[in-house]
């Protein structure tokens, strides 16, 4: 597709069990970023890849938040042993290097965890 | 300190009026600003970039006060389809492409 695509759109998990993200950004971008929203708060950044690399993983809140990129292209971000406080919108964006670019975010991942 | 801070509001403004939102960063080496508009349960967009001299673009002017470490937005002639909210963005001198959004500032355009 034309856009950055997230899925799923929104995942309702139990405590404890794990989940992944994942995210397609747009062909020929080579920067990701991670970020989350709780309602009615602000992004918070949690990862940034350039290419496969993530040179920025200062934003990951525990180790049971991981991520991970392939061939460039799909990232997939790994929440283990879920929280109820992890519960947020997980945002994906994808810009088309390093640098001041313009960021170009998909529509998120709602996550709940009960 | 948080790095990149708003003031929530919400702004509460009549249709025409003109309004204005600052944000202030606390890295004295950051180097690019933008502002980015998200609407409610949608993803931000950018809206603008922020550059030393100042930009236009229509109704909206955009700021950057260095000494100071602030940056701002101005609408003018508000138009109900301006409410949202209105993100601050900060990139860090290292330029490792770590992109700081601040809280963001609520606006809503009333008739």
């Known amino acids: 597709g034309a856009g950055v695509s997230q899925s799923p759109s929104n995942k309702v998990t139990e405590k404890g069990k794990d989940v992944e993200l994942r995210c397609d950004p747009i062909s020929g971008h080579t920067a990701l970023y991670w970020y989350r929203q709780s309602l009615g708060q602000g992004l918070e950044f949690l990862i940034y890849?350039?290419?496969?690399?993530?040179?920025?993983k200062s934003g990951l809140p525990s180790d049971r938040f991981s991520a991970e990129r392939t061939g460039g292209s799909v990232s997939t971000l790994t929440i283990q042993r879920t929280q109820q406080e992890d519960s947020a919108v997980y945002l994906c964006?994808?810009?088309?290097?390093?640098?001041?670019?313009?960021?170009?975010f998909g529509s998120g991942t709602q996550l709940s965890v009960l | 300190r948080k790095e990149v801070e708003q003031d929530p509001g919400p702004f509460n403004v009549p249709e025409g009026a003109t309004v204005a939102f600052n944000c202030t960063y606390s890295?004295?080496?950051?180097?690019?600003f933008f502002w980015y508009r998200q609407d409610c349960r949608k993803e931000p967009k950018l809206l603008m970039s922020v550059y030393s001299s100042g930009n236009e673009d229509g109704r909206f002017t955009a700021q950057l006060n260095r000494a100071s470490q602030y940056i701002s937005l101005l609408i003018r002639d508000s138009k109900l389809s301006d409410s949202a909210t209105y993100l601050c963005v900060v990139i860090g001198s290292s330029n490792t492409g770590k992109l700081i959004f601040g809280q963001g500032t609520t606006l809503q355009v009333k008739p």
């Open positions: 890295n004295s080496a950051s180097q690019s």
């Open positions: 964006a994808s810009s088309i290097g390093t640098g001041p670019e313009k960021l170009f």
């Open positions: 890849f350039q290419g496969n690399s993530a040179p920025d």
